[in-house]
Structure formats: C-alpha cells, structure tokens
C-alpha cells in the first residue's frame, strides 16, 4: 500500500467551522460598514451641494468636510484590512453626524431623514442585541433633545407632530429590524450546530467512536508541521486484531462488533489526553503519539497488547482475542509521514507473520 500517495489523495485541510462562521460575520460587518460609508458619504455630499446652491456657505462647508472625513475613514478602512475596531469607528462617526445633522437639521430640515439608515446600519454592525441597545440609547437621547425645553444647541425647528411621528417610527423600525436580525441570527446559529455536527460525523467512526482515518491523516497532518517547528518526534503505532475474521465467522458480526468496540475502549482508556487513537480500518487501530520516541512507543505497545489479550476471559465465549502492533518513530527533518505509516504498517505484519500477538518496533 503506498501511504503517502494515499494521504495525499485522501487528506483535506482542516478547517473549524465555528471559527470559519465566525470569520464570515466579521467580513459581513466590514462589509456593512463600506456600505454605511458610502451611503453616508452619498447623503452627505449632496446635502452639501444642496446647502451650496441655497446659499448656505456654513453648512456647505460643515458638510464637504464630514464628507471628506467619511471618504478618509472608507480609504482607511480599506487599506487597515478587516479589523474589530472598524464597526465602532464607522458607529461613531456616524453617531457624530447624525447628531450634528439632528441639531442642526441639516438642509432644510431633513436631518431626521438620516434615522432611515441608521436603524438597519447598527443592527448590522453590532447584530441584533447590541444594535438594539444602542439604538434605544440613539433613540432616547433624540427624544430628550426633541422635547426637552430649549435643548442647548438645537437650531433646527421641529413642529410636535413631527417629532413624535419621528420617535414612533424610530422605535417601530428599530423593532422591526431587530426581529428580522434576530432570526437570521437564529437560523445562523441552527446552520452552525448543524455544520459542527456534520463536521463530527465525519471525523468520528461510528462503531467505536473514535477519530476515523480521515480525522488520522489530519492530525499526523498538523503535528508533523509542528514537529517540524520546533524539532520534536512522535511515534505511530499501527495495530491489528489478530484471526478477526475468523472470529466474526465463527461468532457472528455482532458480536465481533462488540470487540471492536471494547478493544477500542481499551486502547482510548490506556493512552493519554494528548494522543490520538483512531479506527484505521476494519480491524486495524492507529495510535499518534506526541512527545515520544520508538523505545516510549514500544512499552506503551506492550501495555496496549496485553490489555487487549486480557479481553478474552471477559467474553462467555470460547475466543482468543489479541492484537499485532508495529511501531515507527517520526522525525519530520527526515521522514514524512507517508513513509513512517508504510513503516508502521510493514512492522505490523512482521509482528505477525512472527506469530501474532506481539509488537514490533525496529
């Protein structure tokens, strides 16, 4: 069997899915955050050139320079990369304008209008819960500027249908918004349980429940790059179940699962928190073991061989259960980890050729 082409074929690289959903909403934000950008810039440009063309020298030049300040802060954005920071810079500039666009009413009074994109912007930058009490802050502070006495600052002039009717709307939008947020936020989530569960499957062997061979290939993967990093060796031990057939022909499949099973539990409850045991086919076994030379792997083979041949007097069967191992040692400056399995799985069949029940090692 040629080992390393067939990890080549059947290895992918491991990717978690909650931190791959994770990286997907932090790019969605910064997403949001260019289009509040832009959007804001838009508006802002053209209530400057309205402002100009009305006269209004002052409140076209205000305006031009927050949009100048919104176009530096897109250009930053763009050129920091996604970053954490960027959807509370973005809130905050725009919290800025909205409450010089709110005291001041903007052009002709229509500085309100800019509640219509803040509502959806923030429960797209902070998600629904977040979003949803910053709002309710937003929208608290405009009633109080709204309908407090002669608010220090406010110049704009707001009659009171206008205002409640922009208090109502505020609220009844933010609300909106917030539940449609939250159930995409909750269908996100199922999608995520659903991913993680998927993910298991698939690296899980289902008889026993332990890794399975593509979950192997994975993690001798990833420790044999950081092995390589910091010059370490570890040990592969390659086992198979000796005259299994003939224990399912004589036994039955069921019962032959049972042993799989408890000679899986054996191997699992003998090993450490930090080595892998993994089904690596019908009734072989791979164990991966940090930090440990052929010698270290070798005892631990022995331990694991004789625990195995002691599952025989548990059965009410007559049956003779017990194990081959082959051991190989990994060093990843010399020898990749197609030909240390080739390895392992040569020494295996030595063990058994040389009358089963024993392990191999050099």
Known sequence: MNFALQSQQQFQPYT???AQARGLELRRRIQASGYMLIFALAITGAMGVIALMGGDVFLAGTLFAVAAVILLSYIGVNIAG??????????????????????SGGVNNTGLMWAVMLVPGFINLYGYKWGTVTLTCIGGATALILFYPDFPGLQAHYDTGHRARFIAIFGALTALTAILDSS???TQQMLHMLTAELENHASTDALTGLANRREAYRAIDELERRNRELAGRYSVLIGDLDSFKYINDTHGHSFGDQVLKDVAEVLRSNTRADDMVARWGGEEFLILLPNTDAAGGGIL???LRDRVEALSKQYPQDVNISISFGVAEG???????????????????????????RVVSA
């Open 16 to 18: 978690d899915p909650v």
């Open 82 to 103: 996604p970053s954490r920071k960027t959807p509370l810079l973005v809130g905050a500039l725009l919290l800025v304008l909205y409450f010089y666009l709110l005291l």
């Open 184 to 186: 995409r936020h909750q």
């Open 301 to 303: 083979a022995e331990k």
């Open 331 to 357: 060093n990843p400056a010399a020898v990749g980890h197609g030909q240390l399995l080739a390895q392992a799985d040569a020494r295996m069949y030595r063990a058994k050729n040389d009358g089963r029940n």
